[in-house]
């Protein structure tokens, strides 16, 4: 999960891409933080291919990405 400190730091978005998941190896369409099914986070730039697999993801599950922070300048 994703924390912060600073209320001002971050602003809320309803926008769809929040919604959406991005199946590795696809390429992530924004920068910031993307938590895998299974709960694990990475940071990507957008147009970085989404990673086909990461420390700790069960065997034989796909891993899918869902954007969960976006940078300011990537902001959907
Ligand atoms: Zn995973």
């Known amino acids: 999960m994703a924390i912060y ?3 001002g730091v ?3 978005s309803d926008a769809a891409d929040f919604d959406r998941f991005w199946a590795a190896p696809a ?3 924004y920068s910031g933080i993307y938590q895998c099914e ?11 291919p ?5 420390r700790g993801h ?7 990405w ?5 940078c300011w300048e990537a902001t959907p």
Do not use: D, I
């Open 38 to 48: 299974c709960r694990h986070e990475t940071t990507l730039r957008g147009g970085e």
């Open 5 to 7: 400190k600073h209320v």
């Open 66 to 70: 869902r954007l969960v922070v976006a």
């Open 27 to 29: 390429r992530v369409e």
């Open 58 to 64: 069960p065997p034989g599950v796909p891993v899918t």
């Open 10 to 12: 971050l602003r809320k």
């Open 50 to 54: 989404a990673p086909l697999s990461h």
